[in-house]
């Protein structure tokens, strides 16, 4: 039989070359998205945030009243 090397460290080799290509496609993406999209994206986070904070103020008004 034959001398086993560790699979990790051959595995680790192989899978470098193929992380560098995925960060330079994924800088590639986000250095196309423009200024107007990532603005639009941040807004559209703040309005579900403040919906889920006054979903919870509702929730835990309601508690308060059970608990009465």
Same mark, same amino acid.
């Given at each position: 039989?034959?001398?086993?090397?560790?699979?990790?460290?051959?595995?680790?080799?192989?899978?470098?070359?193929?992380l560098e290509a995925d960060t330079r496609i994924l800088f590639m993406i986000?250095?196309?998205? @423009?200024?107007?999209? =990532? /603005?639009?994206?941040?807004?559209?986070?703040?309005?579900?945030?403040?919906?889920?904070?006054?979903?919870?103020?509702?929730?835990? @008004?309601?508690?308060? =009243? /059970?608990?009465?």
């Open positions: 039989m034959g001398r086993l090397e560790p699979s990790s460290d051959r595995n680790q080799a192989q899978m470098e070359p193929q986000i250095c196309q998205i @423009s200024p107007w999209t =990532m /603005a639009a994206s941040i807004h559209a986070m703040e309005r579900k945030i403040e919906r889920q904070a006054a979903r919870l103020l509702s929730l835990e @008004s309601r508690t308060g =009243m /059970a608990e009465n």
